[in-house]
């Protein structure tokens, strides 16, 4: 008799630091031990909504955003996004003064986004228009908006469009906190049990683990979410946020979590105390 499967709903963002930890399972190169999983692409802001409603039985999600979810998902301790002195990054089309930032108008890729939250820590609360994140440079480029804020590959993209650097947030999160700014990370419902969250957890670490073994294989499946990077460029952007801390928040991770979310409750942005749960 056939192994009876299971289904598993991954959610992940159309990046390439996504493709790249997720690759071991899509083209699966790793034994799944009877469970498949069905790949939903989606970007990040859809992925933090969707998640509000317990849709997808494990998906990717923005720090920011698990503050809203934690009674329905824990985060895995593998698969997170970290920038060590390095972040979202927020640029205009002339060079200002970040003090000149409180009174722009600003384009951010969702108010879930742990971006949009860090910028809040930074700058307080201007003016902002929610643009998808993929449209946020054009806009900077129109003039609808004073200044962006990019996540995923735009980091590495902007001074191609002839664009300047304002702020880098994980920069500036390094200075205040001297830790390094986590990002996303993977949530699975609690819902299905110790057991299955166990194997689930394993699964997608060994899937991590196989892409840094293979990484130039990795890499070149990355490039299709990459929006026209070069092969150069999209392992560049991998290595920032698929790194040790990938693997294992570790407990630099685990503090630089807790202190984020308890900053932004701090700050008014989040409105209840988080208490963390990793599994």
């Not at 720090?63 to 205009?92: F, M, N, Q, R, W």
């Not at 970040?98 to 971006?115: C, E, K, Y």
């Not at 990484?215 to 490039?223: L, P």
Request: with cysteine; net charge negative; charged share 20%.
């Amino acid at each position: 008799m056939a192994m009876e499967t299971r289904e598993i709903t991954l959610g992940h963002s159309p990046d390439p630091d996504d493709a790249f930890m997720f690759y071991g399972l899509a083209a699966e190169k790793i034994d799944c031990e009877g469970l498949t999983f069905k790949h939903i692409i989606q970007d990040i802001e859809t992925l933090n909504r969707r998640a509000m409603n317990a849709e997808l039985d494990v998906t990717a999600v923005s720090i920011h955003a698990y503050a809203y979810v934690l009674d329905k998902y824990a985060l895995l301790t593998s698969g997170a996004s970290i920038g060590d002195d390095y972040g979202p990054t927020i640029v205009a089309s002339r060079q200002v003064s970040t003090n000149d930032l409180g009174s722009a108008r600003i384009a951010v890729p969702g108010l879930m986004t742990t971006a949009y939250l860090v910028m809040r820590l930074c700058l307080g609360n201007p003016e902002i228009v929610v643009v998808p994140f993929d449209q946020i440079m054009d806009a900077v480029e129109r003039g609808t908006v004073d200044a962006g804020l990019l996540i995923h590959e735009g980091q590495l993209t902007f001074a191609s469009r002839g664009l300047h650097r304002i702020i880098d947030l994980g920069q500036w999160w390094k200075t205040e906190t001297g830790l390094p700014l986590p990002l996303g990370g993977n949530a699975i419902k609690k819902s299905l049990g110790p057991e299955l969250i166990s194997k689930v957890s394993r699964l997608l670490k060994d899937s991590i683990e196989y892409g840094l073994a293979n990484r130039q294989v990795a890499v070149r499946h990355a490039m299709a979410y990459g929006r026209g990077m070069a092969e150069s460029l999209t392992d560049e952007f991998v290595g920032m946020y698929v790194n040790d801390y990938t693997i294992d928040y570790g407990e630099r991770g685990r503090r630089a979590v807790s202190l984020l979310l308890e900053k932004g409750n701090q700050a008014g942005v989040i409105p209840s105390p988080v208490e963390v749960e990793f599994v």
